[in-house]
């Protein structure tokens, strides 16, 4: 089994910054896809921005030049610092991670608990 554990969801002013952290702990051989998504209320979750072990980075139109998504490959940990917040930023941020437990096994996906990030003034 593995676990992720979100950190650094919030409450900020339209303008403002977030760091989001994803930490991945458990049955772990190797991590490819690690990303974040979102959910509003009454939205579909969607993809934020998701980036492989090579540091290959994908993101939705609505961020691009305002989050930027990162990894720690050694710490299993992905981030994403969010500037220029808007209020339609706000939702549930879910972790996501496609975790092989050993060589040459197929990656299953897991999913963080998720972390508020309300923008509001």
């Known amino acids: 089994q593995v676990q992720l554990v979100e950190s650094g969801g919030g409450l900020v002013q339209p303008g403002g910054s977030l760091r989001l952290s994803c930490a991945a702990s458990?049955?772990?051989?190797?991590?490819?896809?690690m990303g974040w998504f979102r959910q509003a209320p009454g939205k579909e979750r969607e993809l934020v921005a998701d980036?492989?072990?090579?540091?290959?980075?994908n993101s939705a139109d609505s961020v691009k030049g305002r989050f930027t998504i990162s990894r720690d490959n050694a710490k299993n940990t992905v981030y994403l610092q969010m500037n220029s917040l808007k209020p339609e930023d706000t939702a549930v941020y879910y972790c996501?991670?496609?975790?092989?437990?050993?060589?040459?096994?197929?990656?299953?996906?897991?999913w963080g608990q998720g972390t508020q990030v309300t923008v509001s003034s």
């Open positions: 996501n991670a496609h975790v092989s437990h050993y060589r040459a096994s197929a990656p299953y996906e897991y």
């Open positions: 458990g049955s772990i051989f190797s991590i490819d896809r």
């Open positions: 980036i492989t072990t090579r540091g290959t980075t």
